[in-house]
């Protein structure tokens, strides 16, 4: 079962950091997999978007996403409703000196047939996790853009 996990301190309130990471639409703005989002109905848990990423050769595949877990400034977890590969994934937040510390973590099922692409979506799953670094880099930018709330 492939997975993959990343931390990071954003140098941030975690109030301002759960906002971000609350709307799925920013995702284009840090998620280099992400082509595009909008957000198709509902809010909180329940709340479905309709996505498209990065696939072989760089062609849009559809990975729509429902948010599945919804706790402020602590936990937004989510699970892919459409793709050839549907993971399940989640961010945990917590206020920490420096900040907030940020665990985004992702795993999915793969059988039958699907077992062959299982180093190629460990690869693509690890690269999406330390996409971290780009939400560092977002959040704490001086002169970011306002963030969508």
Known sequence: MPEATNEIVIER???EVWSFLAD???????R??????????GSGVGARY???????????????IEITDFEPNKLIGF??????????????????DAGTR?????ETA?????RLLAPMVQKTMTSEVAAL????????????PPLRT
């Open 24 to 30: 799925a639409e920013n995702d284009t703005r840090w």
């Open 102 to 106: 940020v665990t985004f973590a992702l």
């Open 50 to 64: 309709r996505q498209g990423v990065k696939g072989p050769g760089g062609r849009r595949v559809n990975a729509d």
């Open 79 to 96: 699970r892919a409703t459409s793709g050839p590969v549907q993971p399940r994934g989640r961010y945990e937040l917590a206020a920490v």
């Open 110 to 114: 793969v059988h039958g047939l699907k």
């Open 13 to 15: 309130p975690v109030e």
């Open 133 to 144: 670094e780009n939400l560092k880099r977002v959040l704490e930018a001086q002169d970011a």
């Open 32 to 41: 280099d997999g992400v082509l595009d989002i909008e957000h198709v109905s």
